[in-house]
């Protein structure tokens, strides 16, 4: 099986790995205050433990003082599992925590899966699937963007945009269904163009929040910010500017960097990663040039803004035309360009009609790098602004989203043939768009795709 069993009483350590002031280790299942009780003192503490207060217990092993400990009993089904359960707080030393699983283990509770804490509040309608697996973005969160993404799902607003559509297709699906159930022609005939009008308008609401993804995506994993341009125009001086570090080497020879090189920043709460590429030139000499340039090639494809550097102390050169080239042919539809003019401390060659149509920098004084990183925060600010608060940013939702989508829009089309449009046909394309979004609340997501949601998930949660 697939599931794990959820009768079972699960325990597993609660904090990361390694030492800390305190460490919690939780038991979760019918046999929670059972187990505990073996091993946690005075037993007095369990006749009548008030739920969600905390006990200063003793953990003994062999009759011995194993640790003093605080304790949490938590009452089925008014725990995060839903389960009855226990938390116990510890000195957070790797040898008590082996200590306490052992003796958990020892008196009944199996060792929990990745993820199975949360797997069992969603088994157990604490939360649908969607906020459960937001629970582990919320734990991998490393901006205030992607935390803010992360804890609106959690609160259900993602869900709550989905049961609103999802009711939208209902009603239409019930129009439907009278209709073919109304074997003596009862009821008059279905107004076609107010129902197509009603599916596009459905369709529409699930395409915007799809579309959506295009900004969760960045939000969750950050904004690919790929540095290119010609050789010895600066862009590792510009990756140590912005990076404020001396990640990559910079020299005055031509073709210093050779492979791509990849630093997160965070601007402004926003998660930016930025790649410096190897210059493009024209004959790369060698196998381990060809693959820099292949993988320069790969950066400018996976960016989603591209920064072009330019010495402004030089004229255009045929460098700079290989790199527009380069970036013209890589560069995926909606990848947006900012022309930055570099070495601006030096006598510009460039003239100010060039200049005008991009952003002038100079990596040796520093003059212009906070206008640029308030530019690409100003590109991320757009990507995510009020509006927009709840976003996707799982490709699992997505996908079901596009599926939906695409069953309606084939009612569309069945419509379109006038008002003695096939019926059931419709409503077959209604319920494979209901399913799709049933599918993305966990209401009918096979056992298998559960288990590789949950699998990702840290131990103890
Ligand atoms: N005067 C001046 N020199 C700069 C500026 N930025 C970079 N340089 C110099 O330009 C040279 C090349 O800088 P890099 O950052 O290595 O250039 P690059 O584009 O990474 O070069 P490759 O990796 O060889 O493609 C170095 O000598 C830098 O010190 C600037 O703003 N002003
Ligand atoms: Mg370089």
């Known amino acids: ?49 008030r739920p969600g207060t905390s006990y200063l217990l003793k953990a003994e092993e062999n009759g011995r003082l194993l640790d003093k400990i605080v304790v949490i009993f938590y009452r089925a089904p008014k725990s995060y599992t839903g389960d009855d359960m226990v938390e116990i707080f510890c000195h957070g030393s790797p040898y008590i925590i082996s200590r306490l699983l052992r003796l958990s283990i020892a008196n009944g509770a199996r060792e929990a899966a990745p993820g199975e804490f949360t797997l069992r509040a969603f088994m157990n309608g604490k939360l649908d699937l969607t906020q459960a697996e937001a629970v582990n973005d919320l734990i991998i969160s490393e901006s205030a963007a992607s935390h803010r993404a992360a804890i609106t799902q959690v609160e259900g607003e993602v869900s709550s945009r989905i049961r609103k559509l999802r009711g939208r297709l209902v009603d239409l699906l019930s129009e439907l269904e009278v209709r073919l159930d109304d074997a003596y022609g009862e009821l008059p005939a279905l107004d076609s163009e107010a129902f197509a009008g009603r599916t596009a308008a459905a369709a529409a609401g699930i395409k915007t929040l799809a579309d959506s993804f295009e900004h969760g995506r960045h939000l969750k994993h950050g904004l690919r910010v790929t540095i290119a341009g010609a050789p010895n125009s600066g862009k590792s001086s510009l990756l140590n500017r912005v990076a404020d570090s001396d990640r990559a080497i910079v020299s005055p020879k031509a ?20 790649t410096d590429t190897a210059g493009i030139s024209p004959a790369a000499e060698d196998a381990v040039e060809r693959e820099g340039m292949r993988r320069s090639i790969k950066a400018l494809k996976a960016a989603d803004i591209i920064l072009w550097v330019r010495d402004i102390s030089k004229r255009d050169s045929s460098a700079d035309r290989r790199v527009a080239a380069a970036i013209k042919r890589a560069a995926a539809p909606g990848t947006e360009l900012i022309k930055v003019f570099n070495k601006s401390d030096l006598p510009p060659a460039r003239g100010p009609g060039e200049t005008a149509e991009g952003i002038s920098i100079s990596c040796r004084t520093g003059r212009g790098v906070d206008a640029l990183k308030d530019l690409l925060v100003g590109e991320e600010r757009k990507m995510f602004s009020a509006e927009s608060s709840s976003v996707i940013t799982s490709a699992r939702h997505y996908s079901a989203l596009l599926g939906a989508h695409g069953e309606l829009t084939r009612i569309g089309g069945l419509v379109g043939h006038g008002p003695e449009f096939p019926l059931e046909l419709a409503a077959e394309h209604l319920r494979g768009a209901l399913n799709a979004l049933a599918d993305i609340l966990g209401e009918t997501t096979p056992e298998e795709i559960l288990g590789r949601i949950f699998e990702k998930f840290c131990v103890g949660k």
């Open 1 to 49: 099986m697939i599931i794990p069993d959820t009768t079972q009483t699960i325990v597993a350590p609660a904090s990361a790995p390694g030492l800390g002031a305190i460490a919690v280790v939780r038991l979760s299942g019918p046999e929670a205050h059972n187990i505990a009780s073996a091993f946690l003192k005075p037993l007095s503490a369990f006749k009548k433990p």
């Open 255 to 274: 073709g210093t960097t050779r492979d791509t090189i990849e630093e997160r920043i965070n601007l402004s709460g926003f998660t930016v990663i930025f």
